[in-house]
């Protein structure tokens, strides 16, 4: 793993962070004040902050400090989240989120965004609540280019000017500079008093270890004073009874000697006293020896050889041979002998063998945990998923092969293949739930888009979602934030009156925009709505016939003519705003939604709002179809398109124009289509009673009986893109392999119907011909 | 003997830095996610020298590092602190608690490893 990799990682965890931090936050803004919420939210931008801090990206991390410390005001107690300081935060995870994204993707976010939102935070954070705004919120507008004294705060220092903690570098290179180049002469001279407290072992801090790091700076002497140590009998194994003067040449001075005890300032007593100018002849007279050069591989050994305390002695002696003149030596061996024995250490020393043991369990024993999921790439669940379509086509083959063999008396091979047949049906459906997905992130990136929708336009709008732990296959789940956004835009932007005429009309000042998600019959059911005025017909109307869509005379129903709104190029918005009009309108929304093997519909109710229903499939994999005959072809019919099916009457029959034919069913006329004819697999129409008509609604909402030969079965089949293999063909969706082996088309009912209005009614106006 | 080092982070991204910057300075490697993995894990992996976050769900860095001092096997166990938190009371508190040093992110890993490197023998 490189460090790309984690990159990659702590991008998709800042995703979750996000996340959490959004939910965190709304859940707060409903009145929960559980501190384990507030410190979800608190740690998310936190970690946020440390990843981005490892990997240099200063605005996430200077962003991210601010509200940090305005989170733990919060945490703290010193800041109640009310509505108007939520409604800061959530912008700021907005913010945090647009930064994170600009980090991964390249781009920038507006300073002046950034900058409104650090002093709001830092006013937050100093106690500043803001004076809660009218109950109607005013449009903000959108905030002016701040001069360049507002952009963001300098960044390299937020992360370590706080509390005036200047975190002190380890690495002593960092200290060079002049002194290093000094000539020898002037290195000044240390002298240093160094008296552990208990305090010191019992935090895992060890006397030889610092005397080690110590020695490492500069060349030092040093003495151990054993004169507190008591008795055998009266020692606490765990006291401290020695202590260390030293004296050290170094070029880090006294700040470096300070730095090396960085850790145990607390617990100790140190004294450092440096000599202004220290020269080669002028020795420190207050200790009592000369300086000897520390020798460390005394310590080395002890730091290899923990478990063989008999062959210390000789090493010893080595040291103490060296060294001899001076007798600083036998402090030198008895500081590291019976720091080793007095300390604490020893007893981790004593561990260690058990450790050598437990090594081997140690990898299950870390990588184990309370977690119960694994992270796997898409790819191998891909993979895997395209197998098991081939398993499921195989499977398929083998059983018409058996058939086909006539095997009729030999059960075991027929009971052994249905078995297979449900062992691969299980596998099919097992591996698709690998891929599904809550739809929960989708749903509370919504809640952003109302937020901004709403500020922007001046409304009050209270985003409400249900069933986000519905799942549906990762796919879809991608594919539907777009239409989705677009939906909840014009929904704010549209669908929700003013709140002064919310007011006027007796209705909640703030508007509320219901998202919801359910499984209904092997799809899923998503709802979107709103409480606002409904769709004006009379002017969706107006503007259909000033579109040419319809004609003045034309007779629509209240549903078709909320349907209109899907029509392409068509926009209800008196004038264009920032919001929506932005060139792309319903029809897209609902383009892409049938793209999923999805329908979407619309239902309205003036002044009590509108609500749009999708229903999408659980995954874009598999599909159920029905497989039919047409002119020798076979093809698959998705099942959700498919009404019913009817063998048509010639009595049934009517003919319409030139070429057309209707279907009477129940007292109404249906235009029939034959199939085989829109996909130019045959000149002529065939005889509508010698095949059988399949009724179809389509998108547009509009019902056709499609002409087809005969009906072979239902039957679930792996979708081959026919797009990815070979190239888009008019009026089909997408092809499967059937048990024979051989290509079936899957239809594609909507285009099929699309084509035989063109087809059926000329330049007439496909919606007119509809009604 | 490859020096043991157990480190207790929630955070993946952290989790993978110092995994990899621990593997590659020679070091075997433990990982935990919070205070209660840890000292869970800790039970079973006998460390050098302990690295861990502060701010964790479940038990914090303070918690944890109260448990391993607690210990009788575990109270010498260097305990390194990576932390974002570098002002002076959350500093002090971890000390209180029994840290034995401290590391200040951002993350850097000539820092993490001189920091192993000060508190171990």
């Known amino acids: 793993m490189d460090m790309n990799e984690i990159k990659e990682i702590f991008f998709q965890e800042c995703e979750e962070q996000l996340a959490e931090l959004e939910s965190g936050l709304l859940k707060m803004n409903d009145g929960d004040r559980d501190p384990e919420t507030v410190n979800a939210v608190f740690r998310a931008v936190h970690s946020i902050k440390g990843g981005a801090g490892a990997f240099g990206l200063d605005d996430l991390v200077a962003f991210a400090h601010v509200f940090e410390t305005t989170l733990d005001c919060v945490r703290s107690n010193k800041l109640d989240p009310g509505p108007e300081v939520l409604k800061t935060m959530l912008k700021s995870a907005d913010v945090l989120a647009d930064l994170t994204a600009a980090s991964r993707d390249g781009g920038t976010v507006d300073p002046s965004r950034t900058s409104v939102l650090v002093k709001e935070l830092e006013a937050l954070a100093n106690g500043q609540v803001p004076a809660p705004t009218a109950e109607v919120p005013t449009p903000v507008a959108p905030p002016a280019p701040k001069p360049v004294a507002a952009a963001p705060k300098p960044v390299a220092a937020a992360p370590t000017d706080e509390s005036g903690f200047q975190p002190i570098p380890f690495s002593f290179d960092d200290f060079g500079g002049e002194e290093a180049e000094a000539p020898a002469m002037e290195i000044p001279l240390c002298d240093v008093v160094f008296k552990p407290r208990p305090e010191l072992y019992s935090k895992g801090n060890e006397a030889t270890l610092l005397l080690r790091d110590l020695s490492r700076i500069g060349e030092m002497s040093i003495y151990c004073d054993m004169d507190a140590l008591p008795p055998l009998d009266q020692m606490d194994p765990e006291g401290a009874y020695f202590f260390w003067k030293i004296s050290i040449r170094t070029e880090k001075g006294e700040e470096g000697v300070r730095s090396v005890f960085e850790f145990a300032e607390w617990d100790c007593d140190l004294e450092v006293k440096v000599h202004e100018v220290a020269t080669e002849g002028e020795e420190d007279e207050e200790l009592p020896m000369q300086p000897v050069p520390f020798d460390l591989s005394a310590l080395d050994d002890i730091e290899e050889d923990h478990d063989h305390h008999e062959d210390h002695a000789d090493h010893h002696e080595e040291v103490a041979a060296a060294i001899e003149a001076a007798k600083v030596a036998t402090s030198v061996i008895s500081m590291a002998a019976t720091t080793q024995q007095a300390a604490p250490a020893a007893q981790a020393a004593v561990a260690k063998p058990a450790a050598a043991a437990a090594a081997g369990n140690a990898e299950s024993s870390g990588s184990g945990g309370a977690n119960p999921t694994i992270r796997v790439d898409l790819d191998r669940v891909d993979r895997l998923i395209n197998l098991v379509g081939e398993l499921v086509i195989n499977q398929a083959m083998l059983s018409q092969s058996v058939i086909a063999n006539e095997t009729s008396g030999a059960t075991t091979i027929n009971t052994g293949l249905e078995e297979l047949q449900q062992l691969t049906r299980e596998i099919q459906d097992s591996v698709m739930a690998i891929r599904a997905q809550p739809v929960k992130p989708v749903f509370q990136r919504m809640s952003r888009i109302v937020r901004e929708v709403a500020d922007m336009v001046g409304k009050s709008v209270r985003l409400v979602t249900e069933g986000e732990n519905t799942e549906v296959d990762k796919t879809v789940i991608d594919k539907l934030a777009e239409p989705l956004t677009h939906m909840i835009r014009n929904a704010v932007d549209h669908g929700l009156e003013m709140p002064e005429k919310r007011a006027a009309l007796g209705k909640n000042p703030e508007g509320t925009v219901k998202l919801s998600a359910k499984h209904r019959s092997g799809r899923i059911v998503i709802e979107l709505s709103d409480d606002g005025a409904g769709i004006n017909r009379e002017k969706v109307r107006q503007k259909a016939i000033d579109n040419d869509l319809i004609t003045s005379e034309t007779n629509l129903s209240d549903e078709e003519i909320d349907n209109l709104i899907f029509h392409p190029g068509f926009s209800t918005a008196d004038k264009i705003t920032d919001v929506s009009g932005r060139g792309v309108g319903m029809d897209v929304v609902k383009r892409s939604i049938q793209a999923l093997g999805g329908r979407i519909n619309i239902s309205s109710r003036p002044g009590q709002g509108s609500t749009f229903t999708m229903s999408l499939p659980l995954t874009l994999a598999v599909l159920d179809g029905m497989v039919v005959t047409v002119a020798g072809q076979t093809l698959v019919v998705p099942l959700t398109a498919i009404v019913e099916t009817l063998q048509p009457e010639a009595s049934a029959i009517h003919s319409f124009g030139a070429s057309q034919r209707l279907i009477s069913i129940r007292d109404s006329f249906c235009p029939l289509v034959d199939v085989g004819r829109i996909l130019n697999f045959r000149s002529m129409q065939a005889n509508p009673t010698d095949g059988v008509a399949l009724l179809v609604e389509s998108e547009s909402g509009g019902q056709r009986a499609l002409m087809v030969d005969a009906i072979q079965g239902q039957r679930q089949v792996v979708i081959k893109s026919l797009e990815a293999n070979y190239t888009h063909v008019p009026g089909i969706a997408a092809a499967t392999i059937l048990g024979d082996g051989r290509v079936a088309l899957i239809l594609d009912v909507d285009a099929v119907v699309a084509a035989s209005r063109g087809q059926a009614l000329g330049g007439d106006g496909a919606l007119a011909a509809a009604s | ?121």
């Open chain 2, 1 to 121: 003997m490859k020096k043991k080092v157990l480190t207790v982070d929630d955070s993946r991204t952290i989790r993978n830095m110092l995994l990899v910057t621990l593997n590659n300075a020679g070091f075997e490697t433990i990982q935990a996610e919070d205070g209660i993995e840890g000292l869970e894990v800790l039970e079973d992996c006998n460390p050098d020298v302990i690295v861990t976050d502060i701010n964790m769900p479940r038990l914090d860095g303070f918690g944890f590092i109260e448990g391993v001092r607690k210990n009788d096997r575990f109270r010498a166990i260097p305990i390194l602190v990576l932390t974002t938190e570098s002002d002076a009371e959350k500093k002090n508190r971890a000390r209180q608690a029994g840290a034995t040093g401290w590391i200040v992110k951002p993350f850097d890993p000539t820092k993490l490893i001189d920091a192993i490197e000060r508190v171990t023998a």
